[in-house]
Nanobody, 124 residues
Framework: QVQLVESGGGLVQAGCSLRLSCAAS????????TGWFRQGTGKEQEFVAA????????NYADSVKGRFTISRDDAKNTVYLQMNSPKPEDTAVYYC?????????????????WGQGTQVTVSS
């Protein structure tokens, strides 16, 4: 299995871009499908975006479609979440998750490797 570490979170004003990174170590990340999930204070975990192990397929939550972009750089063993035009309602802890050979699954149950999360706070 891989170990996942998220980074890039912080405080950002609404409308300013932010890029999250999910760096993997332990095995080749190129065969792992990866998803981003988030959990706001007092809220349930929700799906944000996912990318297949091949990088050819992606899925997005309706709430972020057109604003967020998921991508992968297998040479760097990293998956990114580019957050453009973030809104205060995007404030949450963001987690990346992965599973070997998976497609862009939208359910957390698809994934068996999880990072510790990175806090994103969007101010209005």
């Amino acid at each position: 299995q891989v170990q996942l570490v998220e980074s890039g979170g912080g405080l950002v004003q609404a409308g300013c871009s932010l890029r999250l990174s999910c760096a993997a170590s332990g095995r080749s990340f190129s065969v792992y499908g990866t998803g981003w999930f988030r959990q706001g204070t007092g809220k349930e975990q929700e799906f944000v975006a996912a990318i297949s192990w091949s990088g050819t397929n992606t899925n997005y939550a309706d709430s972020v479609k057109g604003r967020f972009t998921i991508s992968r750089d297998d040479a760097k063993n990293t998956v990114y979440l580019q957050m453009n035009s973030p809104k205060p309602e995007d404030t949450a802890v963001y987690y990346c998750a992965a599973r070997q050979g998976s497609g862009p699954g939208t359910s957390g149950s698809v994934y068996n490797c999880w990072g510790q999360g990175t806090q994103v706070t969007v101010s209005s």
